[in-house]
């Protein structure tokens, strides 16, 4: 065969091929995309710590901020079976996120333990995988731990109320590091964000301890002569820190530098506890005994002395001054913590009203009603005050009234000065790290109020968004150990402290 009889017989059969490759026969392809994970700053949490029935473990859960829903609870997802420690009082996370820690002060009930309980979050995923094993970190007998703090994320500290002490907790191998002497029942203790000091309010020891964290030795607080210390916050310039006295009403300014007491300026007797707002440097400091709201600029006046905003204080209004409740015979309101959105535009009190006869016509007895009260932080002015209860959960009249009282717990009632055995707050209130949602905790109630603070009419010209500063749910917290109610159910644990995550 010649050469160019091969070369066109070559040619037809490469031609039929191509014919042949050509009919409806199609081959998958798989061509690469590019996608883009969800952005994790998208992704926000609230954690809710409950404390359950005497002798009975409390219960955390973490709230997905988007979706106003509960993301995850201790253990898992059955809701009846909490194991955190038990009378749990306080509550912190890690810098780093990675771990929520709890102290309970468990030995205030017979055959007790005083344990430091901690998980890990649920992270953003596809599959929810709930909060990781609870473990515990235990404690000698009758510490009694009752608050937890650190800027840190390699350590934790611990204030042990009955033992006048404060441990040092290795979070890298979940043991207590050291163990150092403070004064007469500590209560509260704040870390400086340097990590470098520890300052410790001693109670019942009228005495402000500072700690240096490398080793928890001491170092000599001068100046302090204040009455009941309570609670301590730490400026985030690591130069101040602010001790609040309960017995004698007293803002006190210390130095970190030199650990001497530089100002003391006046409060009211009762007042328990300050939020300190980074975004403005502003102290909020609430007085449930005379209902006063006082606010405090930290940037710095002469001395570098707080400035109050508010030489008067703001009375916090109850829902007896709103048209659509009737409060008639409340006690007047509680005001016991305030958190303030990021953005900076607005802040929040938490208070409650009590009543021995109920002006709800949906509870009969005894009752406390919870609200909120909305302020704009530029000019200070009340925009609002919301009840906190929707329906459902809670119930709603043949007439349309919705519920805004529920009855009154014992166990839910705060003492006059703290103790392990009492509740610190019967209301609590913390706002999302984004600004969208604000939290308030309702012991009582048994409950988390959800409160959008965004307003979404603003992009909506037909108007039918809600706006913004809206109650959207109660979350129910996991049930109690208690016993059976009348609707088949076990009552729900008792919320007493909200933390915010990222």
Known sequence: MSSLRVGRLAAMVILTLLCLSCGQVYRPVVIPLTTQPPTPSGFHTVFAISANIASSPGGAMQIDVAGDSIAAETPSSDRSAPNLGN???????????????????????????????????????????????????????????????????????????????????????????????????????????????????????NSVSSLNTADLSPNSVTGFTGSTPVWVVARGDNQKVYVLTQGDGQLVTIDVATDAVTSSLPVGAGANFIFFDSNRNRLYVTNPVTGVLNIFSDTGGPNDTPTSLTPQGITIPGLSATTTFSCQGCSAPVPVSVTALADGSRFYVASYQTATSC??????????????????????????????????????????????????????????????????????????????????????????????????????????GNPSDTLVTDLPTAFSAGAIQSNGEPPNQNPIFLLTGQ
């Open 87 to 205: 009378n749990p009082t306080y509550a912190a996370i890690l810098p780093n996120l990675s771990r929520v820690f709890v102290a309970s002060a468990g030995s205030v009930t017979a055959g007790g333990v005083d344990v430091v309980s901690y998980f890990s979050p649920e992270f953003q995923s596809t599959v929810a995988s709930g909060l990781g094993a609870v473990s515990t970190i235990g404690l000698p007998p009758g510490s009694q731990p009752v608050f937890v703090n650190t800027t840190q994320s390699t350590a934790l500290y611990v204030a042990n109320y009955n033992t006048n002490s404060v441990s040092a907790v290795n979070t890298t191998l979940n043991v207590v590091s050291n163990t150092a002497a403070v004064g007469v029942n500590p209560v509260a203790l704040a870390e400086t964000p340097n990590g470098l000091k520890v300052y410790v309010a001693n109670q019942g020891g």
């Open 359 to 464: 002006p709800d016509p949906l509870v009969s007895g005894s009752c406390v009603v919870p609200s909120v009260s909305v302020y704009d932080a530029n000019s200070l002015a009340l925009k609002s005050t919301m009840t906190l209860l929707t329906n459902p959960p809670f119930s709603v009249s043949s007439s349309g009234q919705y519920q805004y009282a529920v009855p009154a717990l014992t166990s839910c009632m705060p003492a006059s000065l703290y103790t392990p055995s009492t509740t610190r707050f019967r209301v609590f209130t913390t706002a999302a790290a984004d600004s969208s949602r604000v939290y308030v905790s309702m012991c009582d109630a048994g409950a988390i109020a959800v409160i959008n603070t965004t307003d979404s009419n603003a992009n909506n010209p037909s108007g039918t």
